[in-house]
Structure formats: C-alpha cells, structure tokens
C-alpha cells in the first residue's frame, strides 16, 4: 500500500519547519519559495513545535540548526539590510555591489543570487524581440560563466551550503545545453545534495523534478525521508503524466494534514487535466479562484479548459477578471489569447501569446499555444519555430511533439511527421489520440499492417475520438476482408450507440450501407441486414440503397414461405441493436473466423521508437 512520509510526521513539527524555513529564505530573497512555504503554513492550523535534537541533526545536518544567533548588532547587519531594500527594489546591481566584501552566510548568497538575477534580466532585454531559444541561450553569457566557475571551485573543495548548491545547479542548467545524459545527471547530482543539507528548499526540488525524464531515474534518486519529498514525488508523477499516482499521493497528503493547501488543489486539476477529465479539473481550480480570486498562478491551464469545452462566456468572463488584476502577468496574456482564439481572431492571439513570451520567454505554454495558432492559420513554418522552442524548453512536453507531427503532417512531409508523433506516444504511451495519429501517417506511408496495429492498441487503451474501429473496417474493406470489415463496422456502431453519438456522419452512413448489404450476402442474417437497412432509408445519401435491399430481403422471404413476411415493413418490425446483432453473429453464423496475428485482442506493448528522420527510406521498425 502507497505511504506517504508526512502521515507519520507531527504537523506541530511541519509547522514549525515551515516558519523557520520562510525567515531562512525570505533573508535570501528566494521568493518563489518562500510565498509557496507561507501558502503551505496557512493549510497547516496548529501551533508550532521545535523539533527534537535527533530530528534536526538527521535532516539539517546539526542539532542547533534551529537555534537562534545571539550575537551583537553590528555594521554587516547594517550593510546586509540596506543591500536587502536594493534587492526588493529589482536594483540588484546594486545590491550586489554592497555585499562584494560578504563571503559567508545570507549575505554571501543574496550577492551572488543578485549577481545572477542581473545578468538574467539584462540578457532577456537584450533579446526581447527575439523568439530563438537558441539565441537566448545562456551559455555565453560572461557573466553567469564567471559565477559559474567560482562555484565550481567552491563546490569541488566541498564549501556550498544548501543555498549556493541550489543556485550552483541553476547555473548549471542554465550554462549548459542539456543534451547529454552526463550533463544532466550533474545537475541532478548537485540538487540532490542541496535537498539533503536544507529539505525545505521548494525550489530545488522544483527544480530536481523538471530534470527527471522518466520513472526509472526516479527510483534510483538518492533523496532524504524528509516529508518535503512527498510532494516532490507527487509534483514529479504529474510532470511525467503519471497521473493516477500523482491524484494518490495528493489524496494521501491530505489525510496527512494539507486539505487546505490551495497547491495541493491546483496540482490535482492538473493532473486531472492530464487525464482530459476536464470537469472535475475545472471543478477544482473554480473552489481555488473562490477562495482566493485575486490568484493568477494556474489560471491559464483553467482557461484552456474552458478553450477545450467550449464554454466561451466563462472564458470571457476569466479573461476581464485576471486582466483587471494584472494585465502584465504572463498567465493574463495567455488567458486572453486564447479568449481571442477562440474567437477564431488567431492574430490577436498571436500577439497576446507573443506579449506572455516577452514578459517570460520560457514559458512553455506560451509557445506551445501559439504553435497552435500559426498551425490554424496554416503559418508551418513559424508553427515549426515555436514547437521547437517548446520542445527545447521541455521536452516531456507530448503537445508540443504532437504539434510538430501535425505540422509535418500538413507539409505532407509523413516520415518526419511519424517521428513526432512517435515521440509524443513515447511520452503518452496509453493516450490514444496519439496512437491513432501514428496509425493515420502509417496508413499515407501505406505500411498497412503497422496501421492497423496502432488502431488496435488505441481500442485496447480507450478510443478517445472513436474513430479507430472505422478506420480498421476501412482498411480490410480495402482488402476485401469483409467479415474483418462487417465485425469493426458493427463495433463502431455499437460504439456510437452507446456514447450517445449523433448518427449522420459519413463514417455512420458508410458502416450502415456496408453492413446492409453484407449481412444480405450472408443470406443467414435478414433482421441485422433489415436493421441496417432501415437506417440507411433516414438519410437521403443512402436512402436508395437501404429500400434496395429491403426489397431484397422482401423477394427472399416471400420465395422462403411468403405470408406476412413479404411485407418490407414486417421485416424490420423487431429491431435488432448493433449490440445483440455482435452477440448473434458470434452464435449464428456458420463461418468461422480464425484470428491468428491479425486479432483484435492481440498484445497492447509501447511501440518500439526507434524511428529517426535521418533513416526516413531504411525504417522498418515495427509496432511490438
């Protein structure tokens, strides 16, 4: 049974962690974390107790890490505090000026953090015009190089606190192209130690799940049992659309005490959100906004729901709120570009995505949404760029992969459209759009039988779209398979039947005539034949060729014994559902279908991926 560390943990303990953890970071201007430990602290209603002497030294690294300093006030204190007002003020140049003699403690942080945060903001307003993650890239800027190097030199002789080793892994990824495993695991390595000297550093672990690329790297991480890693865990469970796990262990920390955690709610939407059950998320992130209206944090993954569910006066009415707020934050820009898309007005969306990217360019989101956009527009090329972009941010990011197949899929370029479809099945191995999505690209490439297995799996993992078991009767019907054919047609009718599918589409017609005239040759199965017929005469397109086969089945029954049954009427008087017409075919009919390696239930494994643009002619790798 899944445990979580918190449920055996005093919350009077947690609470007093919490408090001394936000002085610790408020001193050291991490202000991310520290509004995220306040969030925590109010869903915790207890009264605060020091931790024992064993506690702390297990998980702090010493047992009077808690105890208050008694030294006098002195001139460093002074200079520390007026470097602290500069640094509040964004004047971290001057900040770090101030505090160039510091070279321990808070006062040493807050002047290297304020160095960093400097050549951050200078590099992003250098590039403000520029949309190319490449020419953004950090990794020649002078300065972070020069704090780099002075960490690396600290952190080989073993003398970075908890802090310096989180911004020391910062750099690290910021400064590096991240595109080997090595690099990666270096950072994962520093963060990892950063956690283990000070557990209450949200950001890092914040930081430690975006570098996780799967499960197995997950459980081979050397972490501290420290009830901070539970959230760390359900936070990377959800990165790595592991939803049900990630809705378990929130479930769970709620038993544990953090009901009220505003976090908690947000996160479980957005797992809720990854499993495209949008009304709960949607549910969810509405008791947020109740209970705290003036929070922007997460609004756009709301806003995109309501985008996805068409309820466009909820989305109207999100986007005047959150622009009343703060028409300058980047969540704001993307609410309303999407209000704008949903207008189908993609230019002004273009823009309000363009204007999020400006206030943070590494807003995933953002780029991904106006891939969307320059794709209705059929603008590929600059589809391609932000796609791209995304990808290079994030590159769990399945939508933006998709984004990218479907682009190629526009420029009829099928073999680099397959490798991105591909890889967004790699990260969304049980989604069933994007099986169908490799199944249509193999289906161009004429590779038939790769085709049909991906239609197949995405039956066995739930059609979403319910489209796959038409396309399978397509494709034997092609082949002249007509039992295959009539056994996906007749479950794609049940299907609709059973959705509540409004009937009328083409593929209905299409299922209807096929399967009345099949089930007329069969000679065994009149009613089923009568059936579909019928449903042919409501539509005008097939109507001639349903009262076609009514007649038939007319003629046949009145040469078999005449009487009542002669009458077109009497034949369809008993309606058979699609449903029963599957059970009597399985009981009546006296061909037999042998299903050997072309059976619908055969195996469900991930497709292999091991499909590389560069190898477009040489692919042969198969669906396992």
């Given amino acids: 049974m899944t445990r979580v560390i918190s449920e055996s943990c005093d919350k009077k303990v947690i609470k007093f962690e919490i408090l001394s953890a936000i002085k610790q970071c408020k001193k050291r201007g991490l202000k991310e974390t520290t509004k995220w430990l306040a969030e925590l602290s109010l869903a915790l209603d207890c009264t605060p107790v020091k931790p024992s002497q064993d506690y702390t030294e297990k998980f702090y690294g010493s047992s009077n890490h808690f105890e208050e300093p008694s030294t006098p006030h002195n001139k460093d204190d002074d200079i520390y505090e007026l470097a602290k007002s500069y640094f509040d003020i964004t004047e971290y140049d001057r900040a770090a000026h101030i505090l160039l003699s510091s070279k321990e403690g808070s006062s040493h942080f807050l002047h290297v953090y304020s160095r960093y945060l400097s050549a951050l903001r200078k590099q992003q307003l250098q590039h403000l015009y520029n949309h190319s993650t490449s020419e953004r890239a950090l ?95 359900a936070q990377t469970h959800g990165d790595l659309i592991n939803a049900d796990e990630a809705l378990n262990l929130y479930e769970l920390l709620k038993k544990a005490g953090f009901q009220e955690s505003c976090h908690i709610k947000t996160q479980e939407a957005i797992s809720q959100h990854n499993r495209r059950i949008f009304d709960e998320a949607i549910t969810l992130l509405e008791e947020v906004r109740a209970k705290d209206p003036y929070r922007l944090d997460d609004m756009d993954i709301l806003s995109n729901m309501y985008y996805v569910k068409g309820r466009r006066a909820d989305l109207a009415h999100l986007a005047h709120h959150c622009t009343q707020v703060d028409r300058y ?50 603008n590929t090329s600059a589809a391609i760029q932000a796609y791209r972009n995304a990808v290079d941010l994030n590159r769990r990011d399945y939508r933006a992969w998709y984004g990218l197949g479907q682009t190629y899929e526009l420029l009829k370029m099928y073999y680099y459209s397959l490798y991105y479809y591909k890889q967004a099945h790699r990260l969304r191995p049980f989604d069933s759009r994007m099986l169908m999505a490799v199944g249509e690209t193999y289906e161009v490439l004429k590779r038939i039988e790769e085709s049909k297995m991906c239609y197949r799996k995405a039956l066995a993992v739930g059609d979403i779209e319910g489209m796959a078991n038409i396309k399978l009767a397509k494709l034997y019907k092609a082949e002249s398979s007509t039992e295959w054919a009539a056994y996906y047609y007749e479950r794609f009718a049940q299907q609709a039947e059973e959705r509540g599918v409004v009937e009328g589409t083409s593929s209905h017609t299409e299922a209807f005539q096929f399967l009345a005239r099949h089930h007329l040759q069969q000679g065994n199965a009149l009613d089923a034949a009568a059936y579909y017929a019928h449903k042919c005469c409501e539509y005008p397109e097939v109507r001639e060729d349903g009262k076609a086969v009514l007649r038939q089945i007319s003629h046949i029954r009145g040469i078999g014994g005449g009487g009542d049954d002669s009458d077109p009427d009497a034949a369809i008087r008993a309606h058979p559902t699609p449903g029963n017409i599957l059970r009597l075919r399985g009981a009546n009919d006296s061909t037999d279908i042998v299903m050997d390696t072309d059976s619908p239930s055969a195996s469900v494994g991930p497709i292999k991926l091991s499909f590389s643009p560069g190898q477009a002619e040489s692919d042969t790798s198969n669906l396992g």
């Fill in 139 to 233: 990794g020649k800027n002078e300065v972070l190089r020069t704090l780099r190097s002075d960490l690396a030199r600290k952190y080989k002789s073993d003398e970075l606190d908890a802090y310096l080793l989180y911004l020391y892994g910062i750099l690290l990824k910021k400064t590096s192209e991240m595109s080997t495993a090595l690099q990666r695991n270096e950072v994962i390595t520093v963060l990892c130690k950063s956690v283990k000297k000070f557990p209450m550093n949200w950001a890092a672990w914040h930081e430690l799940s975006s570098l996780i690329p799967d499960q197995q790297m997950l459980s081979s991480l050397e972490l501290p049992a420290h009830w901070m890693k539970d959230f760390f865990l």
């Fill in 329 to 378: 934050r980047v969540e704001t820009c993307c609410i309303v570009g999407n209000y704008y898309s949903i207008r189908t007005d993609h230019e002004k969306a273009v823009i309000y995505f363009q204007r999020a990217l400006k206030l943070n360019p590494n807003y995933l989101s953002a780029w991904t949404l106006m891939g969307h956009e320059f794709t209705e527009v059929k």
